[in-house]
């Protein structure tokens, strides 16, 4: 059963930076796409980001030109920077990897901004 393990989450100042990351136990084939969610408190899970297996890349609006999404293909690895957090980015953070007849979820990591 592959597993992801998400860390990098904590406390932070707004304006700060912290960057996660996911990690698959082993190996994914087939993989479409490799996206991070994030859930806030009585809100529902919404897409942050997302890269495809061809390098197609999306961000949500309200994350553009502050958080940046990559992989680490060797390491079977998916890396969330985020830059000049706000306290709405306050969410536990979720690792997802869709793949062909799969679809793989991480426990989450909190993210909480504030001063």
């Not at 899970?45 to 890269?51: P, Q």
């Not at 690895?77 to 679809?103: F, R, W």
């Amino acid at each position: 059963q592959v597993q992801l393990v998400e860390s990098g989450g904590g406390l932070v100042q707004p304006g700060g930076s912290l960057r996660l990351s996911c990690v698959a136990s082993e190996r994914i084939d087939s993989i479409i796409t490799q996206n991070w969610y994030r859930q806030a408190p009585g809100k529902e899970r919404e897409l942050v980001a997302s890269i495809s297996s061809g390098g197609y890349i999306y961000y949500a609006d309200f994350v553009k030109g502050r958080f940046t999404i990559s992989r680490d293909v060797p390491k079977n690895a998916v890396l969330l920077q985020m830059n000049s957090l706000k306290p709405e980015d306050t969410a536990v953070y979720y690792c997802n990897i869709h793949s062909t007849g799969n679809n793989y979820w991480g426990q989450g990591t909190q993210v909480t901004v504030s001063s």
